[in-house]
């Protein structure tokens, strides 16, 4: 069974500074894994049995374009109705226990590694039929609709149904293991994974104008954020805005991977909202 940090929750021992590696500027934020404590929960209406970690959020009302929050349920825990925005599409990728999501009458049980793509007005439901919590992140988006393209339509994937894609020259040190297929332009955003096996670098500093959450699922490494190179591990994240200058390379004996959120596909708006 797939293994990931998620965050548990409890309160900080007083003895320890675990706030320390926590970081915000213009550029980008990292929340590292040891402040998703009891402090920082919200509960959310219509949910039952469940709280969740909010990590990222549009700030500014329009240059940003995501939400990510890892949520958790207690057994029996969940939504009818998870989603109160008709606009909003989401991203469900499960990181620790079970985590059942109905749509149109049919129930899929959700296993760490599983991912699930949610195109706005689905009418999805969610609920943790298992024994112990479940956690999970859910990413949503304002879907972008493009003229003539409806909606895309739902996925149900898992990561070990999808061969990651390598890099040219990197003899598959760094690749992306892709939940959406990319020629399909309905989708105005990609969830992916990105695996860095040991030694393997993002050599350039990347700089673009999509933004990005990620999430370290697995391992080390550490990361250049505009003008700082930042040690990370397993539980952190990642916030960057549009055009933060942004490399890394694997920094511990097994593989560094991170769930990666990114906008794709649409025109920019030439006009502010
Ligand atoms: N930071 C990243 O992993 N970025 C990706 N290579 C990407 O933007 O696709």
Redesign the pocket.
């Known amino acids: 069974m797939t293994s990931y940090y998620a965050p548990k929750g409890g309160l900080p021992p007083q003895s320890d500074l675990l706030s320390g590696r926590a970081i915000f500027t213009p550029a980008y934020a990292v929340i590292p894994r040891g402040v998703m404590t009891d402090i920082v929960t919200s509960v959310f209406p219509g949910w039952t049995g469940a709280r969740g970690w909010v990590l990222a959020r549009p700030l500014s009302g329009f240059a940003e374009t995501f939400s990510q929050i890892i949520m958790e349920l207690a057994p029996g825990g969940g939504a009818d109705a998870p989603e109160p925005d008709p606009e909003a599409e989401c991203g469900i990728f499960v990181v620790e226990g079970a985590l059942e999501i109905t749509l149109d009458g049919a129930a899929r049980e959700m296993r760490p590694g599983d991912y699930a793509y949610l195109p706005p007005a689905c009418g999805y439901s969610v609920r943790n039929r298992g024994e112990g919590v479940s956690r999970f992140h859910w990413i949503r988006k304002s879907y972008e609709p493009a003229s003539g393209l409806g909606a895309p339509d739902p996925i149900f994937t898992s990561e070990s149904e999808v061969a990651p894609t390598p890099m040219p020259d990197t003899a598959g040190a760094w690749s ?1 293991t892709r939940f959406a297929p990319p020629e399909d332009l309905r989708h105005d955003m990609h969830v ?1 994974i ?1 695996n860095l096996e040991p030694g393997g670098v ?1 050599p350039f500093a ?1 700089t ?1 104008v ?1 933004e ?1 959450g ?1 999430y370290v699922l697995e391992g080390k490494g550490v990361y250049r954020l505009n003008d700082d190179w930042v040690e990370v591990e397993a539980g952190d994240f990642m916030w ?1 805005r549009a055009f933060c200058p ?1 490399a ?1 390379y694997a920094g511990g004996p097994g593989r560094f991977r ?1 769930l ?1 959120y ?1 906008d794709v596909n649409r025109l920019p708006k030439l006009r502010a909202l």
């Open positions: 992306t992916t990105v993002i990347e673009h999509m990005h990620l960057l942004q890394c991170y990666l990114k």
